[in-house]
T-cell receptor, first 113, second 114 residues
Framework: SQQGEEDPQALSIQEGENATMNCSYK?????LQWYRQNSGRGLVHLIL?????REKHSGRLRVTLDTSKKSSSLLITASRAADTASYFC?????????????FGKGTLLTVNP | GAGVSQTPSNKVTEKGKYVELRCDPI?????LYWYRQSLGQGPEFLIY????????DSGLPNDRFFAVRPEGSVSTLKIQRTERGDSAVYLC????????????FGPGTRLLVL
């Protein structure tokens, strides 16, 4: 079963605009990660944010985490056509099974040139 | 260095047949994971290896699915008596150790059962 839910399911923007994707989850977590997937194949790890962190940056990526609301957001600034992909949040459960990632259904981002 | 590799890239088989999917993790990574991704869904956990042993196989859907990692490196996911519902992309990932570590994914094997 899926732990997270990404919102929106699909997002279409113009090159240069910012893209914001949200993720909500149900149970307590250790960490939340964001992955990108091109054309339904391998996932690329983007960023990991720990449960005691509120915000993290990596290049054009900004991730926030609100554990009280069990939600996270991924912001991609100054988007490029190459950012077109599906984006997934993944959580690992607090406790012993922290190796087991639980993914949402993803947001399909289309960046139009 | 090389990333995680998976073979074959695509596999078409008939209902009832046996298939094997192979994963070569990043060299030196002790932890290896298999996930399955159905169309329009996120990946779902199948099994986790730490070294040669399956530390958690709770995600395997039934006893037709089995995975091995005999020398603690390459892993093979085996599916017996395939069913049309087994059609999906099977993803393998590895990490340096288990626990809270970045998991590096391979390109996946797209399995189609006719």
């Amino acid at each position: 079963s899926q732990q997270g839910e990404e919102d929106p399911q699909a997002l279409s923007i113009q090159e240069g605009e910012n893209a914001t994707m949200n993720c909500s989850y149900k149970t307590s977590i250790n960490n939340l990660q964001w992955y990108r997937q091109n054309s339904g194949r391998g996932l690329v790890h983007l960023i990991l944010i720990r449960s005691n962190e509120r915000e993290k940056h990596s290049g054009r990526l900004r991730v926030t985490l609100d554990t009280s609301k069990k939600s996270s957001s991924l912001l991609i600034t100054a988007s490029r056509a190459a950012d077109t992909a599906s984006y997934f949040c993944a959580t690992d459960a607090s406790g012993g099974s922290n190796y087991k990632l639980t993914f949402g259904k993803g947001t399909l981002l289309t960046v139009n040139p | 260095g090389a990333g995680v590799s998976q073979t074959p890239s695509n596999k078409v088989t008939e209902k009832g047949k046996y298939v094997e999917l192979r994963c070569d993790p990043i060299s030196g990574h002790t932890a290896l994971y298999w996930y399955r991704q159905s169309l329009g869904q996120g990946p779902e956990f199948l099994i986790y290896f730490q070294g040669t042993g399956a530390a958690d196989d709770s995600g395997l859907p039934n006893d037709r699915f089995f995975a091995v990692r005999p020398e603690g490196s390459v892993s093979t996911l085996k599916i017996q008596r395939t069913e049309r519902g087994d059609s999906a992309v099977y993803l393998c990932a590895s990490s340096r150790q288990g626990g809270v570590e970045t998991q590096y994914f391979g390109p996946g094997t797209r399995l189609l059962v006719l």
